[in-house]
């Protein structure tokens, strides 16, 4: 399974370092990223042509090209990721991701971000998604379609579509927000918070013939705002969103072993798991209304 290495800063006092993690979730910078750093992480976003093996009938989007447009206004890369190869010669022209903030949201307890995907060996389309980070856990999050999910064919004006496409995300962001609100709002009986439960962790572990290694609330059910009765729907969701991507969770083996949850590991998989818990909530939420 194909998986996608990031960069992170951690701060050792007055002293910021960048590392090289394993995929393990999304994870930030408190300012953008500088070409370089970029680079060191993601080379395949600065593919100055197509891979080899595309036709001459595929066109070819330059990330770093758009990149440079979206920073003309005024977003700003904070997370890279790219996916890793079992063919060193792809390396430079793979799946990638960029998340990306406008300055006036870089010091709100939420920013909204743009999520944009690419590759230059025709593995992927051209995508932009909406996104979410709440800085109290770090933890991003990518949302249903209930804000635009732009696709930017390989032809054509690339970077006005881009451009034109993150506004149109952005612009759906109040949406998202008020999604929220009311999911605050929403009380869940205990029966309904076993629903979304099992149905979160069937997300996750999807073959039925290999029980997941831990239980339905260890992975969805919050350990603060809770009684034996009832729950809170954002909160539930928040709980599922930050444990079954990030695992890391006590559980056992189909033998009974004693082992830790794994981590989702690629972007696709990180992506369809968060897009896929937020329509899930968000369902819930319009239900109950």
Not at 35 to 60: C, K, L, N
Not at 179 to 192: F, H, I, N, P
Not at 231 to 255: H, K, M, T, V, Y
Request: net charge positive.
């Amino acid at each position: 399974m194909a998986v996608f290495r990031q960069t992170i800063l951690e701060k050792d006092h007055a002293t910021c370092l960048p590392l090289h993690i394993p995929f393990a979730g999304p994870a930030r910078r408190s300012h953008p990223l500088s070409d370089d750093q970029i680079r060191t992480v993601a080379p395949s976003i600065f593919a100055a042509s197509p891979h080899e093996s595309r036709s001459d009938r595929y066109s070819y989007i330059p990330t770093a090209a758009v990149l440079t447009e979206l920073c003309k206004e005024g977003f700003q890369p904070f997370m890279v990721a790219q996916t890793r190869v079992r063919h060193e010669d792809r390396r430079d022209y793979t799946k990638h991701m960029i998340r990306l903030r406008h300055p006036s949201q870089i010091n709100d307890a939420k920013a909204n971000e743009i999520v944009l995907l690419n590759s230059h060996d025709g593995t992927s389309s051209y995508q932009l998604l909406a996104g979410l980070l709440r800085f109290v856990c770090q933890n991003g999050l990518v949302f249903g379609d209930t804000v635009a999910d732009v696709r930017v064919p390989h032809k054509g004006d690339v970077a006005g579509h881009v451009i034109e496409g993150a506004y149109e995300v952005l612009n759906g962001f109040e949406r998202v927000r008020a999604s929220r609100d009311a999911m605050r709002r929403v009380t869940l009986d205990a029966g309904e918070a076993d629903v979304f439960a099992h149905a979160a962790l069937a997300l996750k572990y999807e073959d039925p013939a290999k029980p997941a290694p831990i239980s339905e609330r260890a992975g969805a059910w919050p350990r603060v705002g809770m009684t034996t009765t009832a729950a809170i729907c954002g909160r539930l969701f928040n709980r599922a969103q930050e444990n079954l991507p990030r695992g890391d969770l006590p559980g056992r083996s189909a033998s009974g072993r004693r082992q830790r949850t794994r981590p989702v590991q690629g972007i696709d998989n990180d992506i369809r798991l968060n897009r896929a818990l937020w329509l899930l909530a968000d369902g819930l939420r319009q239900l109950k209304a």
